[in-house]
């Protein structure tokens, strides 16, 4: 390790006369707006501290389009110089062809296990002993976002919580306000994740993810969470769906919409688009509900890079991973990205209140999210399973639950 | 096959010629040589990957290949699976349609194209554009004339005719005909070429015949000249038929499988479980019925086409 600190050094020294510098290709799906903003700090960082050059290759279509692609220029021998995915096991079986770099070494004298929030986050990177990803943000899908300029105009107060929301669905419709707005495709699906988690409650979702248990599925509390969905059945239509869930923010910016369930990541939307928390827009975690968030987020990894490459590309791809958890990359990038740093140790009074929010909501532990728990053929079932389910309202509740457990039955 | 087999037998009965060894290696060596390359590459791509496919849809392989045999696992639950089994009805529903009208339709266009019209090759270009355009960028055009709010029926509804409806995009039970309009404004000037150059490939002697004789033209062209078209005819269908079995990106773009799962097709559920679900053994299950649907309609025929008497020969 002191060897790679003299290099670093001679690195940083020797910066202003040579005209070399490492180009590492960084593969992500960040493509919204405020995503796009966040995933730039981290390369403004980066090219700052070590005179490398960041080659952005963005991904369309988020984890169910982008994931692929990634994926399969691993397989097929294509590696990047470092990608994000998101934390848990979609690159479980690439790990164990040793297809990832253990970073064990490089991040060795950081001692990461003194600052990273929780433990847990760090579970999906272990394998046999080595670390091949770092978690780099938490998200958590369960927030409900309200608008407050549809709430203005019904002349009611925001609502507190999920109950009180579904409550003012009438009005809202009599006004001719979108009840709930949604984006087509993913957006659904972490949307019965948050409903077990506020409604259901954490019992329920640690027997249904981390259980794999049918029986707590076909039980009385998961057939709230059914029922929730049925509800938001009836005020969903295709027609009224847009194009992403970007689109979806802005209806909540300008009144179209009142409601909609999403992850942090919104936010940075709302912010670009000038929107300030308790002003334009609320933010209730757990849906007002709950006690406790599931947390995922995203890592970066860092593929092993083929024979031949250059050694100063391997380098930059143990530059960017320190840099990556450094208390002042992850402090710029999360306050763009709207999602919670992994540091314990950093000052976050610049954090805005819905973040706040979420922080202290962070000290009771975050519950497993999907992606941690379940493998990635098992949540693309469920996606199947949710965008058949609102979109076709021939399949009963009954049906729902009972396919549901099917697939919990059959998970791995 | 059948073909070849026939020939080398009659061979082998005449002692006058050379024996089938020499007949099979020696015989115009230097185009079998030239066919090595080809040879190799058929029956390494094609038939050992399809070996490759079928074998590895029997295991339980997740992201990367294993050999962990599981019977019929994979297809019980291909079959159990909703979104499968609706991507086969809209396969087959979309398919029997866009093939018939996408023939019918070219032969019509090719028909009237051959009345010697002026400008014909301005509006032979016209017809064969779309067909210069890829799926993808088909799909996204259509996708925006037919968006609800934005597209045509916006622009009406803008207009004043207020209960304009064009939602075909957005409802379940149309979203299919709205694959199909996509892919029929692609597709059928391809077709009409090919037509129109087996109907000028038809002797004019005939139709002075057939004039001769006072057949009506309609009466010429459905019981004469189709009937002499029919290795253009073969090659259309077989054009057009691949295109519907892969039919994929059109999918993507226009619709990605929505409303729900309302215009899912096979191909993008293999797509999606082989590589968004990180599973090999379910997205070659799917495969290999794909291949399997595709040999049950191809078998029979190609048997009667090339098999039988060796009519060819």
Redesign the interface.
Known sequence: MKKFAVVAAMATAFLGSTAYAAELEVTHWWTSAGEAAAIAEFAKVFEEETGNTWVDSALAGS??GA??VI??RI?GGNPMGATQMNTGR?A???IQ?GLMRDLTDIVADLDIDSFYVDQELLEPCRYEGGLYCLPINIHSWDWLWLSTAAYEKIGQPVPTNWNEYVASWPALEEAGILPFALG??WPINGIPGVLMAGIGGTDLVMQVNRDKNADAVRGPEFRKVAEAMDMLRSVV???T?VPSFGDAGNQLLSGDAAGNIHGDWLQGDLQIAGGVPGEDYECLPALGLGTQLTGGGDSFYFPVLPEGTDPAVIEAQEQLARILISPEAQLKFNLVKGSMPIRTDIDLSGANACMTKALALLDNGLLPSGDFSL???T???LE?LN??????DNISVDDYVERYATIID?AD | MADIATQSDQVAGDSSRPGPFRRLFLHNLSAKIAAIPMVATVLIIFVGCTIWTVYYSFTNSRLLPRNDFVGFDQYERLFATSRWNVSITNLLLYGSMSLVLTLTLGFLLAVLMDQKVRFESAFRTIMLYPFALSFIVTGLVWQWIMNPTLGLQGTMRGLGWAGFTFDWISNPRMVLFALLIAGLWQGVGFCMILMLAGLRGVDEEIWKAARVDGIPTWRTYISVVLPMMRGVLVTAVVIIGSGIVRLYDLVVALTNGGPGISSEVPAKYVYDYMFGGGNIGQGLAASTMMLLTVLIIMVPWAYLEFGGKGRRS
Do not use: R, V, Y
Request: charged share 30%; aromatic share 4%; glycine share 6%.
């Open positions: 984890g169910t994931n692929p994926i399969s397989i979609d479980e079986e690439l062809a087509t495709g239509s295709p027609e769906m493998s990635s053929d949540q693309k079932q199947d965008l058949e389910f609102i979109a076709d059959q």
